[in-house]
């Protein structure tokens, strides 16, 4: 059985009711997530074996957050007990023309406290796969970069392939050093590389002329980032493929969704979903990166893979909270043209 190991900060999610805004609310919905965390819990719902890595403080909310991972097939045998607090972040739903809110709460979480030395990182990945980290990490604290980097230094010594999903988030890169900084460096020890149009430029400069993702108006031509995939690769050449997530917005409740894979010679294309109904996109990028590492572990084609990615991050959508909590089966019957909402009897 193939084995993944992911790392990053899992946090407390606290969401407000259905659509409600903040001001509005009187209680907020609890449960967990996390982009590094999601990727694990996709995996170990496709049959993977999954270690996830990460820093919790000694507290029964975080012992509670264990559980549920385990609970759901990830490994959790790795995680760091330490520090103070969970990291937290409050979401707000949008509704058509209002877009969703997140606020974090995440200075001096437990794994924004991690330095070099405290994780075995030759004993976690030693029989794995895939070594997967994303940009949120980095952006923590400059403990967080250089136990990213060790991590990323390990897995190249044993022959795992590394994985990185860029997810640029402005709000977090507050320690005195930008993404600009720090993540070439890291990116540089990557085998594969995901993001969408606004990571490639917020991060390296490197974006589709004339696109707005802003003005799509859920229409998202896919070719035009080829060259987003080919700069990439020529900055980084241990990168072996590309991926970009094409969202195109019709408003906060419909979205396209679909994504592209450049392997250096040929750019693959995915069906593009019409989610006309969006119950929840937190995690969708996350259900993308988790489908398409399964696919490649299980595919010889990397369309096939790329298909796999967009089907399930396209189910994503239609399930609460971070976890995509769907089975290979429901990927696969997506795949082959289901998708009208029949009840299953």
């Not at 969401?15 to 805004?21: D, F, N, V």
């Not at 996709?42 to 609970?71: I, K, Q, W």
């Not at 790795?78 to 606020?103: C, D, K, N, P, W």
């Not at 089975?327 to 043209?337: K, P």
Request: hydrophobic share 40%; glycine share 12%; charged share 25%.
């Amino acid at each position: 059985m193939a084995k993944v190991v992911t790392f990053g900060e899992v946090m407390l999610r606290l969401a407000t009711p259905g659509h409600l805004r903040f001001g509005q609310a009187g209680s907020l919905e609890a449960t967990f997530g996390g982009g590094e965390a999601n990727v694990a819990v996709s995996l170990a719902n496709y049959g993977v074996e999954t270690e996830f890595v990460t820093r919790l403080p000694e507290h029964a909310v975080a012992d509670r957050c264990v559980a549920e991972l385990r609970g759901l097939g990830v490994g959790t045998s790795h995680i760091l007990r330490g520090g103070s607090r969970m990291g937290i972040y409050f979401l707000e739903t949008g509704a058509v023309a209002r877009g969703s809110q997140v606020i974090y709460d995440r200075e001096h979480s437990a794994l924004s406290e991690i330095r070099p030395g405290m994780v075995d990182w030759e004993r976690v990945l030693r029989g794995a796969d895939w070594f997967h980290w994303t940009g949120i990490t980095p952006a923590l604290s400059q403990g967080a970069a250089d136990t990213c980097r060790e991590a990323i230094e390990a897995a190249l010594r044993l022959g795992v392939k590394v994985s990185c999903d860029l997810n640029y988030r402005k709000k977090l890169w507050q320690y005195g050093k930008t993404a600009a900084d720090v993540m070439p460096a890291l990116v540089e020890g990557c085998d594969l590389i995901l993001g969408n149009e606004e990571d490639a430029d917020k991060v390296f400069g490197i974006r589709p002329e004339g696109f707005d993702a802003e003005r799509t108006g859920g229409v998202v031509d896919p070719a035009r980032f080829e060259s987003v995939c080919r700069q990439l690769m020529a900055r980084f050449p241990r990168c072996r493929r590309v991926v970009i997530t094409l969202r195109g917005s019709v408003n906060a409740d419909h979205n396209t969704w679909g994504g592209v894979l450049f392997d250096g010679e040929k750019l693959w294309q995915s069906k593009r979903y019409d989610i006309t109904h969006i119950v929840d996109r937190v995690g969708g990028g996350d259900a993308f990166m988790g489908g398409l590492l399964y696919g490649l572990l299980r595919y010889d084609h990397p369309s096939d893979a790329l298909a796999f990615a967009a089907a399930a991050s396209a189910l994503k959508h239609t399930v609460p909270g971070d976890y995509n909590r769907v089975s290979v089966a429901e990927v696969e019957a997506l795949l082959q043209g289901g998708g009208a909402g029949r009840v299953s009897r």
